[in-house]
């Protein structure tokens, strides 16, 4: 993902659609996608900069069937795990024992899905 400054306004350049709509999505929130090397990413969260240390990424392949990012917060030192992909491959991967989040992440899913169908 990178993007471009086009007449005063940011364009995202994305890999695929669903990169581009998620990114745009989280811009309308507030959640802005501003710079990224090839070690660290930065965003403005909230109206607050946030800069991030790229640790690892593992790209899209058939057999994951997702995409995942490994980052260390320079605020914090926190290392954060973020994974996108089909909703049944995540889903899968969830901790054995947690139920409740099973049951709130199956929550989201019945209500987003129908959304996702009407496009």
């Given at each position: 993902m990178h993007f471009i400054l086009f007449l005063g306004k940011l364009e995202y350049q994305a890999q695929s659609p669903d990169e581009n709509a998620l990114v745009s999505a989280a811009r309308?929130?507030?959640?802005?996608?501003?710079?990224?090397?090839?070690?660290?990413?930065?965003?403005?969260?909230?109206?607050?900069?946030?800069?991030?240390?790229?640790?690892?990424?593992?790209?899209?392949?058939?057999?994951?069937?997702?995409?995942?990012?490994?980052?260390?917060?320079?605020?914090?030192?926190?290392?954060?795990?973020?994974c996108k992909g089909a909703d049944s491959i995540v889903y899968e991967r969830l901790e054995v024992g947690s139920v409740d989040i099973k049951s709130r992440t199956q929550e989201h899913l019945n209500v987003s899905l129908p959304l996702t169908i009407k496009l």
């Open positions: 309308n929130f507030e959640f802005v996608f501003k710079e990224r090397t090839p070690d660290s990413i930065t965003i403005t969260a909230l109206g607050a900069e946030e800069v991030y240390d790229l640790l690892c990424i593992l790209d899209f392949n058939n057999v994951r069937k997702r995409m995942s990012v490994v980052l260390q917060s320079r605020q914090d030192d926190r290392i954060y795990l973020l």
